[in-house]
């Protein structure tokens, strides 16, 4: 059966839609709804089934935990043990938003949503539509992007539709999603709080509210397992991803030489560029630009779609060029890494 598609107004959801949406959830089904970062697959977090429900429909590894979404602060108390002032601190600054928490779990999440660890994932998103649906749900929504395992994760209703149309019951579409990558994911359960993933709320942000701030690189977030999306290879296409990492006056010649190394191997290839670099492409390669160099902002909207549409070109490799790391480009090169396979 293919997933119901029911368009919503992303400032202010007809409160049919999420009626319906909500009959959904309670009866053990599967939502997939807009969140200010990426679309969410929505299940019941504390109703074991559902989640499991939520593995099998993505293919995603069991160990692999689930973000649970709250609509307020009071909700945290059925399901953590433990919120430190440093976490009081930050929701108060940073909810809604695109930060996730890692805290001490309460028995009453299952398992399953867990990931088996003693830890619980917790954030409140920062969009009308799925704080609608949480709050109209009367419970927490446990909900990891709504994509297939390891692909890139969906930006629009109609990457859904293509990944997962025919796994899951109801899609919420409100459009594209305004950040277009995931949530910050940062670990408060240690000494010093630690950043497992960077995303969508910045270092530099959270180290002017807590102060210092550690951040794990990819070899540590894996081993560690207590962030979603750290463990595997994600954000991938089908299409072999190159990474270009060049000074931004060698970003022409190293893209190009990139270019016609992957054509002398008899491949077809698609390039994701700056803005600036854009005109020093080699002629024949399918072009993408991301956005100006400077705004991380425009090029992490962009990324997801964009590895979408060379993909779905039907190309065998996809030459990107690395921005700097600073402020959100930090959570872009974590998902052109993961997406080359690096780590």
């Not at 463990?231 to 299409?239: D, M, S, T």
């Amino acid at each position: 059966m293919t997933a119901r598609l029911i368009p919503v107004d992303p400032a202010s959801p007809d409160p049919g839609a999420i009626r319906e949406a909500t009959h959904v959830l309670a009866a053990g089904g599967l939502v997939a709804f807009p969140t200010e970062t990426v679309y969410g697959l929505g299940a019941d977090a504390l109703n074991a089934r559902a989640v499991e429900r939520i593995f099998e429909a993505k293919g995603r590894p069991t160990d692999n935990p689930i973000i649970v979404h709250l609509a307020d602060e009071a909700a945290l108390a059925a399901i953590v043990t433990d919120v430190p002032p440093s976490a009081r601190t930050l929701i108060a600054r940073c909810w809604p938003g695109p930060l996730t928490l890692v805290l001490p779990a309460s028995p009453v999440v299952p398992v399953v949503t867990r990931g088996g660890l003693p830890t619980v994932a917790v954030r409140m998103p920062a969009h009308p539509v799925a704080l609608a649906l949480i709050r109209a749900a009367g419970c927490p929504v446990a909900a990891p992007s709504a994509n297939r395992s390891g692909r890139p994760s969906p930006t629009t209703a109609r990457h859904v539709q293509a990944d997962l149309g025919e796994r899951i019951d109801v899609i919420l579409d409100a459009g594209p999603t305004p950040l277009g990558v995931e949530s910050t994911v940062l670990d408060l359960t240690g000494a010093t709080p630690t950043v497992l993933r960077p995303g969508g709320l910045t270092v530099e942000t959270l180290q002017a509210i807590v102060g210092e701030v550690a951040v794990a690189t990819l070899q540590m977030q894996a081993a560690l397992a207590r962030s979603p999306g750290t463990q595997y290879r994600h954000y991938a296409p089908r299409a072999r991803v190159v990474l270009v990492n060049a000074l931004p006056e060698r970003a022409g010649a190293d893209l190009d030489a990139a270019v016609r190394r992957l054509w002398d191997q008899g491949l077809r290839v698609g390039v994701m560029v700056t803005a600036e670099s854009a005109d020093r492409v080699p002629p024949g390669a399918v072009v993408r630009v991301m956005g100006p160099r400077g705004d991380p902002r425009v090029i992490a909207a962009n990324l997801f779609a964009q590895l979408r549409e060379l993909d779905d070109a039907g190309l065998d490799a996809i030459v990107v060029e690395a921005i700097p790391e600073e402020g959100l480009g930090r959570a872009v090169m974590d998902r052109l890494r993961r997406a080359a396979g690096a780590g």
